[in-house]
């Protein structure tokens, strides 16, 4: 035991650390982030994976938004009249039970004319008898929102409607809320953590007055954009309201009142131990937010989808929706409701809704009951003292088995309480302390030599290429994360018109077209060139070179993987086309000088990055290559560093933000393996460079216009034609000095 003493006194430190977490002393980012992941496993692992008939969606897809003439109701939103004809076709065709709409109607439907007819009538046409006979009498069918409301009388119809948590002085408050759940003093003087709301987009009051009941459709993410939780209610100046899916429930059930139940555990603090809602025979069960856990059950498509534009021309079998719970909702990207969930990274909304109703019928929604908090303090405090005792006298054989053992039954006991008690214990602060204590008394003396090695790797693993890694490791104190000042080379990269092409993409489609492409512009940078990754924005890449690892040869990788990034488009182009893909273009721009390097952020985030003027003028490059037409774009203190490379000067600019004008440069190639047509090209450009800088419009036209007619690309000389005509009529003046400014980033 003595031998032992520093291997126990460290293992009791951890198992004290994992304690402090879990009585919220503090919190480990890393135990929470991994509890979310899961927790996700665990409702994949454990979700049925089947349709529920009970529930239909009706939806506003991509096929319901084309034109008439195409089989579609055009573009959303529709005329009310369209949701008229909707609610008596699903309630006395189709005899449903119920009808939530994921939602909001905020603005009135002008759509009919009416209020052009009304104008008319009380200016230009108010003496004409006959149009005022005939306005009176057309104006109730042309009254799309009263002909709407008039249709929920006496149905089941549910609306949706949206908090904001925007500044309370700048905060909507639009429309008519529903009656609220209920009101603070439901509570008897106790806390809860609902979430606050500062205003409201809700219907018109006309929609509310005549609609069953309404509810609020606000998401809850979780900090890793995850949304795995629906607050089950939601605090507006006192009082409580309850999301679409409850509404729906209680529709459903007759309007049983919302009654919230308390925990008498004896929690203090600011948990007040709401545990549920009691809705008549129901009880939803609540975390400390007042949230509900969803009960995914399975990937998108558990419920059965019809689209609506089928409904409103009848080609619906009455028997698809005959008694049914209906929700309408969209999946057309452009009207973005899509959500990241546990199960499926791009999962409609309205989907959520339909998991909660059934969820909440079905009584199988996962709850999290105050005693978890002592359960799960007692499990670590107890496992914990007995590793961190026994582990250090045990054999590696003995030592790896009981760890296995143990981890084997934390999963299954944890598991199966989940599954069939509908329990969510916490997990991941045990896996991982008994982890970490098998780790610490096996590999003792390991980590303490080799911790040099481990810090760079995880520190630098994510940004540079493997072998770079493995050289920093050699010399592990050379190297840290510390904000330095250093001269490197920055690139950016972007392709041109990504939204058009992401509109032309189904979800599915669009992630694996974008996963394709920065796999492949990455392999480019790290695997072929040696360059460090910094971040993705988007479509966008950045990247840079000379760190962490110095490299005197910085400002060439940096072209040369601009130059390889072009090639591998036009490879990934090819593939795309087959597929039936939209190509796609790119434009690269290359800057180099002294920057400040190292793990810059906020306390809450950090990242291994860049800054300084040169990182800027690179993304201002970048963002010009469509300007000129040119695929790539360096800057002149690049230029100045490299030899070897054919290119053609472009131009000298002053960037937005900058007073100094730089040259800006082509790179076409490496020496030796640029046509000599190009050559000859870049020939005649210099000389027609050089005559609009003297501000001899006339020959520098003419020789632009004979570089047109052999040009493969002629976007830079469109470019300088379009100025020479430009100065013929207001000229630049004596002391211009030939630079162009960008008033654009």
Known sequence: MKRNI??????????????????????????????????????RLTMPRTVDSRIVILDIDEKSLLEKERGGEGRWPWPRDRLALLLDKLFDKYQIAIVGFDVVFAERDESSGIRVLEQLGEKELRDVPQFQSALRKIKPNLEYDDIFARKMVGRQVVLGYTFSSDDP?????????????????????????????????ANLAELQKHAASAGHFNPWTDIDGVTRRVPMLAEYQGKYYEPLALAMVRALKGMPPAKPVFSDSGISGDYSGFEWLEVGSLRIPVDEYATALIPYRGRRGSFKYISIVDVLNDRIDAAELWGKIVLVGTTAPGLLDLRATPVDP????????????????????????????????MILLVSGLVMALLLPLLTPLISTLATVLALLLALVTN????????????????????????????????????????????????????ELVDEMAKNPEKF??????????????????????????????????????LTAMSLVIREGHRGTLDKYIGDAVMAFWGAPVSDPEHAKNAVLAALDMQAAA?????????????????????????????DMGSQIRKAYTVMGDAVNIASRLEGITKQYGADIIIGEATKNMISGFVYREIDRVRVKGKVEPVAIYQPQGLEGQVEQSVIDENSIWKQALRLYRAQ?????????????KTAHDAGLYNVYLGRIAH???????????????????
């Open 169 to 201: 002085t700048l905060a909507p408050k639009k429309g008519m809320l529903p009656p609220p759940l209920f009101a603070a003093d439901a509570l008897g003087g106790r806390k809860i953590g609902a979430t606050s709301f500062n205003g409201y987009t």
């Open 346 to 377: 791009v999962y409609p909304g309205v989907e959520i809704h339909a998991n909660l109703i059934t969820g909440m019928l079905d009584g199988n929604i996962k709850q999290k009951p105050s005693y978890v908090l002592g359960a799960e303090f």
């Open 727 to 745: 100065f013929r009529a207001h000229p630049p003046g004596a002391d211009w000095d030939g630079a162009f400014t960008f008033e654009t980033k």
């Open 696 to 708: 001899d419009w006339d020959m520098a036209e003419l020789q632009l216009i004979n570089l047109k």
């Open 6 to 43: 520093v291997r126990i006194a460290i293992g009791l430190v951890l198992v004290a650390l994992f304690l402090g977490h879990t009585i919220e002393f503090y919190r480990l980012p890393l135990i929470t982030n991994l509890e979310s992941i899961i927790y996700d496993t665990r409702l």
């Open 415 to 466: 598991v199966v309480v989940f599954h069939f008690g509908h329990v969510v214990l916490p997990l991941a602060s045990g896996l991982v302390m008994i982890l970490l204590l098998f780790t610490h008394n096996m590999a003792y003396g390991f980590f303490i030599e080799a911790r040099g090695m481990r810090q760079i790797t995880g520190l630098f693993g994510q940004y540079v290429p493997p």
């Open 570 to 598: 036009k490879i990934l182009n090819q593939k795309f086309k087959e597929r039936g893909w939209p190509t796609f273009k790119i434009g690269v721009g290359v800057n180099s000088g002294v920057v400040r390097v190292g």
């Open 480 to 517: 840290n994360m510390a904000p330095r000042a250093e001269e490197l080379s920055i690139l950016f990269s972007d392709v041109r018109g990504f939204t058009t092409i992401s509109e032309s993409l189904t979800p599915e489609d669009l992630s694996a077209y974008i996963n394709e492409y």
